[in-house]
């Protein structure tokens, strides 16, 4: 699964963003079809999201938010500081959601545009030249989501998934099937037999 989030990485480090993107998005799909190649495609997609990702995009409380983006900021914070940022409801305006991002992973995968639900947009922007970071932020209905930011978050869950899902000797036995880039000289070629 290294090389899935590598590749990931590289993309971004070389501004492939539609390469970091359509990764990023089809990352929850082959986690999921891992873990559970027979339930349907959707509920496991969604059902990963909601486990590596929701508390970045999808938070409950300003408390999970926060927990999410800056751990160190709340730690040592007085316990009714952080009980009531957990009564505070994080913004739906901002909130991209596992039903929003499986919409996404169809539509722009497959049709090559940027819908969340309804009619709802996304705009994807590049990392600001001056390092200032814009994420997450609505406007008139479309979400604005910084890529680079994205397509980390989605990588670093691959990973964290990945140091548990490994010990899993049926996932880890599915992961072995995974495609493979291979060199052209004989060290790397797999041997495959032809004919019998």
């Known amino acids: ?5 590598t590749s990931i990485e590289a993309s971004i480090d070389n501004n492939n ?3 970091a993107l359509f990764m990023a998005l089809a990352m929850p799909d082959i986690c999921a079809a891992l873990e559970n190649p027979e339930r349907q495609v959707g509920d496991r997609y969604k059902d990963w999201f909601n486990r590596y990702l929701k508390q970045t995009y999808n938070p409950e409380n ?3 938010l926060l927990l999410a983006t800056s751990p160190d900021a709340v730690h040592g914070w007085p316990p009714e500081a952080i009980e009531s ?3 505070k409801p994080a913004s739906r305006e901002t909130a991209f959601t596992a039903e929003d991002c499986y919409r996404l992973r169809c539509k722009c995968l ?3 545009l ?3 639900m309804g009619q709802d947009r996304i705009h994807f922007t590049k990392p600001h030249p001056t390092g200032i970071q814009i994420h997450k932020c609505s406007f008139n209905g479309v979400l604005q989501i910084s890529i680079d930011v994205f397509c980390k978050d989605v990588a670093k869950a691959v990973l964290v998934w990945w140091d548990t899902a490994q010990a899993i000797p049926e996932i880890s036995t599915r992961a072995q099937q995974l495609i493979k880039i291979y060199g052209l000289d004989a060290q790397e070629l797999p041997i495959v037999g032809y004919g019998s």
């Open 85 to 87: 940022m957990k009564r």
């Open 114 to 116: 940027p819908e969340r």
């Open 62 to 64: 300003t408390y999970e």
């Open 110 to 112: 497959h049709q090559g």
């Open 1 to 5: 699964m290294e090389r899935f989030a």
């Open 17 to 19: 963003w539609l390469a």
